[in-house]
């Protein structure tokens, strides 16, 4: 397993709309062990393909406080979600350090693929819910912060930009 090169907003990368997995197979189980590994590390709950520019229908979560229930989801598709909504803070490992509220839908019903290729279907409400919904939103290219205000979403870019250059200044 490795560690793997999470891009930041604005990459223009973030914004590529992933496509379906067409086997399940060991490169993609491989893929899908180090997004894990590169969530752990990086104390997220979730993480797409996308974000570490693979441009997959992959999504890794675990949202469990002992860190110790992964779930992977591969090609997944909301088939149902609630009408009712709720506004949480969000925050994003592209986004480092940005937490802002959006709504979503308080439920979910999605199906996917495991890691084993087998299809499954998973009833999730609360933060599963949301994060589902979030990094689903990754695989068709779109961050969190496009939820947001043109303000708001101005500054976070000025200030991911300005982090950019100080970092690469060390």
């Not at 480092?96 to 959006?102: E, F, L, M, R, S």
């Not at 495991?114 to 599963?128: C, F, I, V, Y």
Request: with cysteine; charged share 25%; aromatic share 4%.
């Amino acid at each position: 397993m490795a560690l793997l090169p999470i891009l930041c907003y604005p990459d223009p990368r973030l914004n590529t709309v992933a496509r379906p997995v067409r086997a399940v197979d060991a490169r993609v189980r491989a893929l899908a062990a180090d997004m894990l590994q590169t969530m752990y590390d990086a104390q997220g709950i979730g993480l797409a393909a996308t974000q570490v520019d693979v441009h997959e229908r992959v999504i890794v979560i675990d949202v469990s406080d002992e860190r110790n229930q992964p779930l992977v989801l591969i090609n997944p598709e909301i088939i149902w979600a609630s009408a009712e909504r709720h506004v949480s803070d969000e925050g994003c490992l592209s986004v480092p350090g940005i937490y802002d509220g959006v709504e979503r839908a308080a439920a979910v019903k999605v199906t996917a693929l495991d890691a084993q290729g087998e299809s499954r279907t998973l009833d999730a409400d609360g933060t599963l819910a949301v994060c589902i919904q979030h990094e689903m939103d990754h695989l068709m290219g779109k961050v969190f912060v496009e939820y947001l205000s043109p303000l708001k979403r101005n500054r976070i870019r000025t200030k991911m930009l300005k982090a950019r250059r100080e970092a690469e200044k060390v």
